[in-house]
């Protein structure tokens, strides 16, 4: 179970914000909404690398939204039970993935709560 919500809690970072460049785009400049969407492949392959330069961006307040969206993924997928035997591996990993259904929402929640607060916590940008 551990495993499960520890790669849960890394996929959220640059799905959230890939969610987040598409939905809040007064908070990015042209250059991070271009590059936003590419955050989905990243996330869903496990790669939270992708995240990296958005919260050097702007440490303070998109860290924080990260961080609480991950542990809200986490913390689900714990409740929920979910197992995982990979230790890496995002969707390609999924067939091994215990409870698979309740983790996509897990997912899926925390995701989504990631971009919330990145567009209540970040500030618009004046390009």
Excluded: Q, W
């Amino acid at each position: 179970m551990i495993m499960a919500a520890v790669m849960v809690g890394g996929m959220v970072p640059p799905i959230a914000i890939a969610l987040s460049t598409i939905i809040h785009k007064k908070k990015y400049t042209e250059a991070e909404r271009k590059s936003g969407p590419v955050n989905f492949i990243m996330g869903l392959c496990f790669i939270t690398e992708g995240a990296i330069p958005y919260a050097a961006a702007d440490p303070l307040h998109v860290i924080p939204a990260l961080m609480i969206g991950s542990g809200v993924a986490g913390a689900l997928s714990m409740a929920f039970k979910c197992t995982l035997m990979a230790p890496h591996g995002g969707i390609f990993v999924f067939p091994v993935v215990g409870n698979v259904i309740m983790y996509l929402v897990a997912l899926i929640v925390g995701s989504v709560i990631g971009c919330l607060l990145l567009g209540i916590f970040k500030k618009n940008v004046t390009e």
